[in-house]
């Protein structure tokens, strides 16, 4: 992260641009590749990336034989480097280029670091394939036959070796690793060791022919490569004008994070083509700091992990706003894509189903008891309830489905509950709560028990714990096991009635699957096919009718009672949620995140199942405004009820506030240091004294 640079650049948010580039090459002509090389490195620079990586061998080109162990080649190579060192004078980027070398009277496959007019280091290539098509023995030397660990080159002497970890003197986190087309594919790769003594940027120069299906294994192994070392994968492959005597090239260029594809260039292109990514290196050290099975590997290999040099250099952020220019999800638990998503919903509801199914066996219950509202949470746990019984071989009449109407209940929710339950063939059951709820609030001697209309949070809560209450002592009657509907937003918020409220349970089925998810749950799980057209029309109507908690009264000159008035909206405090306990972000970066994400209604794919009306756009100040809300409530205010949850199953890697499992804090903190960070790093006209409006 560099504090100097403006909020809304990405250097301010400990993002870094890094550009791959594959230029059309003319075999045996360094001079011309050196200025294609450098037009696309001129280009890089003006939009103001850090690293630029360029294929194997580039600047005399790969395929050309025993061409490159003629000195006039190899003298014009020198000449083409000397090109390149001098053109970089001017220009900010640390750029990676290909050539062969001489050192020590042998023949080197090299990639050359080059920033501002001075050589950074030289990386030979340790792994040489001699088997089908590839022959490199036969012209080079390994890396580890080297017995000077400097070399010289046009002029310019400069570390040597594969053993080299480019660190970044101003910007935490930044540091790069190089390796050399085959050194990927062997078992361990040296990247591999380099990751483990902090390299976050990992590159590869490759020539690598074409063959059919290899396009595919190259991006699976930059994927899983940088998955295994949580750490970014560049990768420029060798393309037109490469000598297709033999052999043909497709020009792929990757860039992964984390097991992820940021970026990928178009093959076969008869032209040059260079793509970008904006690799966020704070996410990777937060990634590695609670990996702890990566710290055992850096201790398991402490030796030869010691062993690397570090190479300092200058990232030199830009002063200037750089936006973002990387795909942040509006809604990071739902995918946009609608495959994607169907298959995540898939899985949860699967998670859900057997995670029941297994606590119904372990403690041999063979009966459920839910209370079912109408609304959203409570149809997702008695779909599930359904499905469970169904997959145990157990009558649905085994699922006791209880309405429980209160002082608040609405017409419309009502008849939707039973609606449902009639439809699933579960045993429906109705309470009427008011009685109850009537004489516990004349015993504690409420206002609302003599004629005022005084709806507090004692009013909702005894109406919340009467619910629950019953449905315990339903299941004592009859021997059953009380389903939670309780959502990850509402836990992460405190949103709940804790103890004998909406917060407890026998079993969480909804306790990881945040409030965005569910809908879409729902909606997945009406056209799946498995439920008859009666279900699937109800499901349709709950999911149009607006989410109220329906524990105050109507007004007859007020809307209903809203949840998201009080806590926020709940697809920006599902997305400040992800980024904060996922992945520990600062505040400001949350902000900046949800802005590009947010601000903007026309930009970036929306899950098409949300229509056009519902889609809402957020500017800085209401952004930052309730993430104040979601880090007081989140951090001071409702880790005590989380403390005390039910079991439940975890459905995501991002989706558990469990205190047995990813989420474990005190109940006594306070919010102040990330509220002071907001305050601090966010620009003022985003309303600096927001977190007060909570």
Not at 24 to 36: D, F, K
Not at 252 to 268: T, Y
Not at 538 to 552: K, Y
């Amino acid at each position: 992260m560099d504090a100097t640079a403006p909020f809304d650049s990405i250097y301010r948010h400990g993002f870094v641009r890094v550009a791959v580039g594959t230029p059309r090459v003319e075999v045996a002509s360094p001079a011309a590749n050196a200025r294609r090389t450098l037009e696309l490195l001129n280009r890089a620079a003006a939009r103001h990336a850090t690293i630029v990586l360029f294929p194997e061998l580039g600047l005399s080109a790969y395929a050309i034989d025993d061409l490159v162990q003629q000195d006039a080649l190899l003298d014009a190579v020198e000449f083409a480097v000397q090109d390149v060192i001098a053109a970089s004078r001017t220009l900010n980027p640390l750029v990676i280029v290909g050539a062969p070398l001489r050192s020590e009277q042998r023949l080197f496959n090299c990639a050359l670091v080059i920033q501002r007019g001075e050589l950074v280091g030289i990386v030979p290539k340790t792994y040489l394939p001699n088997y089908r098509e590839f022959y490199e023995k036969r012209q080079y030397a390994s890396g580890t036959e080297a017995l000077a660990d400097t070399a010289q080159v046009a002029g310019c002497r400069a570390p040597f070796g594969a053993d080299l970890v480019f660190e970044a003197r101003d910007f935490p986190d930044l540091a790069m690793h190089v390796e050399i087309c085959e050194d990927l594919w062997v078992p361990i790769p040296p990247s591999s060791l380099a990751s483990l003594a902090g390299a976050t940027l990992l590159a590869n120069l490759s020539a690598s022919d074409v063959t059919i299906g290899k396009a595919d294994y190259r991006r699976m192994l930059c994927m899983s490569q940088s998955a295994k070392c949580i750490a970014a994968y560049l990768y420029a492959a060798a393309g037109y004008g490469e000598s297709t005597t033999d052999l043909a090239w497709d020009g792929q260029a990757i860039v992964c994070e984390n097991g992820e594809l940021l970026a990928e260039s178009r093959r076969f292109s008869y032209d040059d083509e260079l793509i970008f990514a904006d690799i966020d290196v704070e996410r990777l050290r937060q990634e590695r700091m609670r990996t702890t099975s990566f710290g055992d590997c850096v201790r398991l290999h402490h030796a030869e992990v010691a062993r690397l040099r570090r190479i300092p250099f200058s990232a030199r952020p830009p002063a200037v706003a750089v936006r973002l220019e990387r795909l942040v999800e509006r809604f990071p638990y739902v995918p946009s894509d609608p495959r994607t998503r169907a298959e995540r919903c898939r899985e949860v509801y699967q998670i859900q189903v057997q995670g029941l199914a297994r606590r119904m066996q372990a403690i041999s219950i063979d009966k459920l008891v839910i209370g079912v509202s109408g609304g959203l949470d409570s149809t997702q746990a008695l779909l599930v309830a359904a499905r469970t019984v169904d997959q145990l071989r157990l009558p649905r009449s085994n699922v006791l489905a209880y309405t429980l109407p209160g002082l608040a209940t609405g017409a419309h929710t009502h008849e939707n509950a039973l609606r449902l339950m009639g439809a699933l063939g579960v045993s429906a059951r109705e309470i009427d709560i008011r009685p109850s709820v009537t004489q516990m609030l004349h015993d504690i001697g409420h206002p609302y028990s003599r004629g005022e209309r005084v709806y507090d949070v004692t009013f909702e809560n005894v109406q919340a714990g009467e619910r629950t209450s019953h449905l315990f002592r339903l299941a004592n009657l009859h021997r059953a096991l009380v389903v939670g509907t309780s959502d990850l937003s509402e836990l992460a918020l405190g949103y709940t009635t804790y103890g004998v409220g909406d917060q407890m349970s026998h079993y969480a089925v909804n306790a990881s699957i945040p409030k965005t998810l569910v809908r879409h749950l729902i909606r997945w799980i009406g056209a799946s096919g498995e439920l008859n057209a009666a279900t699937a029309a109800v499901l349709l109507d709950i999911l149009a009718t607006r989410s109220t908690p329906e524990l105050v009264p109507d007004a007859a000159d007020s809307e209903s009672q809203s949840a998201e008035a009080a806590v926020g909206p709940y697809e920006l405090q599902d997305f400040n949620l992800y980024y904060v306990s996922r992945f520990g972000f600062r505040p400001s970066k949350v902000a900046f995140l949800a802005a590009h994400a947010w601000s903007e209604r026309t930009r970036g794919a929306w899950p098409d199942a949300i229509p056009e009306s519902e889609r809402r756009e957020y500017d800085l100040p209401t952004i930052t405004r309730w993430l104040a809300v979601f880090l007081r409530r989140f951090f001071a205010t409702s880790q005590f009820k989380r403390s005390a949850l039910p079991n439940g199953p975890k459905v995501g890697s991002g989706g558990s506030l469990s205190p047995r499992g990813d989420w474990r804090a005190p109940s006594d903190a306070s919010a102040d240091a990330w509220l002071e960070e907001l305050d601090r790093n966010v620009p003022r006209s985003a309303d600096r004294s927001a977190h007060r409006a909570d």
